[in-house]
């Protein structure tokens, strides 16, 4: 499907979209998408789009971050916290906040492989992989909080 946007903020709206529908899929152990996700995907991109739905801060995901900060966010190694940094999702260097929404607690490994490369840029061309569900609901809120 060549699906066209009118902005980008039509465009995140959608990628959101997906995200629901995805977790609706994994919660009810979908193993493909059937009618009910795209269903619920349509639904929600109409109701973004209308003003309907507001796409939600960090909050629950923040608060997740700091009660289960054993492992790292972006390659899922668990280890002790005394051995997790933090890392800024969107890097400072390219105008990342240094607040709770932009970071994230990350192994030594991964921050120093990810340096000041964009979240994407990264996972795709060294990781060669999508990142994980958490990660892509702080970058897709965090890329539409900034810009604006």
Same mark, same amino acid.
């Given at each position: 499907? $060549?699906? #066209?946007?009118?902005?980008f %903020? &039509?465009?995140?709206?959608?990628?959101?979209a $997906?995200?629901?529908m =995805?977790?609706y899929? =994994?919660? @009810? %152990?979908?193993?493909?998408? @059937?009618? *009910?996700?795209? *269903?619920? +995907?349509?639904k929600?991109f109409?109701?973004?789009?209308? %003003?309907?739905?507001n796409?939600?801060?960090l909050?629950?995901?923040n608060? #997740?971050?700091?009660?289960e900060?054993n492992?790292?966010w972006?390659?899922g190694? &668990? *280890? &002790?916290?005394?051995?997790l940094?933090? @890392?800024?999702?969107?890097?400072r260097?390219?105008g990342?906040?240094?607040d =709770?929404?932009?970071?994230?607690?990350?192994c030594?490994?991964?921050?120093?492989?990810? %340096?000041?490369?964009d979240?994407f840029?990264?996972y795709? #061309?060294i +990781?060669?992989e999508?990142?994980?569900i958490?990660?892509?609901?702080?970058?897709?809120?965090? #890329? +539409?909080?900034?810009?604006?």
């Amino acid at each position: 499907m $060549n699906k #066209t946007f009118q902005n980008f %903020g &039509e465009y995140l709206y959608y990628a959101y979209a $997906n995200l629901q529908m =995805l977790h609706y899929a =994994l919660k @009810d %152990g979908k193993p493909k998408y @059937d009618r *009910m996700c795209y *269903m619920i +995907r349509a639904k929600a991109f109409k109701a973004y789009k209308e %003003g309907l739905w507001n796409i939600h801060d960090l909050f629950e995901f923040n608060i #997740t971050k700091i009660k289960e900060n054993n492992y790292c966010w972006y390659c899922g190694k &668990e *280890m &002790e916290p005394s051995k997790l940094t933090k @890392d800024h999702v969107f890097p400072r260097s390219k105008g990342g906040a240094n607040d =709770l929404d932009n970071i994230i607690m990350v192994c030594k490994e991964c921050n120093s492989s990810k %340096g000041k490369l964009d979240l994407f840029e990264w996972y795709f #061309t060294i +990781r060669k992989e999508w990142p994980p569900i958490n990660v892509l609901v702080h970058y897709l809120y965090y #890329t +539409r909080i900034s810009s604006y």
